[in-house]
């Protein structure tokens, strides 16, 4: 079973604490999926992992902008990235042409590759200024 691990920790109280939500979201979604409940219930989930990622980018834009963050664009790049990624995989998934096992596995390796990668980053400035 998946849950959260202090491996997904980045040091950062107010970015863990939303990534903690985060990665429940993508859990729901993926226990919604494995106990075979209806599509309207994965809709919704989807969509809630949807307006959460939104929130959550502009909390981190937000931080990095506060600290002065040298990287803040190219990050904020790849935020708006994933949300275009996410919009792309929402009609597909509605349609079944993509499985809510293919929409998990996306977000979930984004999310662990996201964190450890730049929001690692990102802290790591915040604590050496």
């Known amino acids: 079973m998946l849950k959260w691990e202090s491996k997904y920790e980045i040091g ?3 970015i863990d604490s939303q ?3 985060f990665l429940s979201l993508i859990i ?8 075979g ?3 309207e219930k994965l809709i919704r989930v989807f969509k ?4 959460y990622a ?3 980018f502009l909390s981190e834009e937000n931080i990095m902008i506060e600290y002065n963050y040298p990287d803040d664009r190219r990050h904020a790049e790849m935020h708006k990235k994933l949300l275009e990624e996410i919009h792309e995989k929402y009609n597909p998934f509605i349609s079944g042409d993509i499985s809510a ?3 998990f596995e996306f977000l979930f390796e984004w999310f662990v590759s996201h964190t ?5 980053k990102l802290v790591g400035y915040i604590k050496n200024m």
């Not at 809630?48 to 307006?51: D, R, V």
């Not at 450890?116 to 690692?120: F, G, I, P, Y």
């Open 101 to 103: 096992h293919d929409v």
């Open 54 to 56: 939104e929130f959550h």
């Open 28 to 35: 729901d979604f993926h226990e919604t999926e494995t106990k």
């Open 12 to 14: 950062n109280e107010k």
């Open 48 to 51: 809630e992992i949807n307006k």
């Open 19 to 21: 990534h903690r939500l």
């Open 116 to 120: 450890a990668r730049e929001d690692k």
């Open 37 to 39: 409940e209806s599509k």
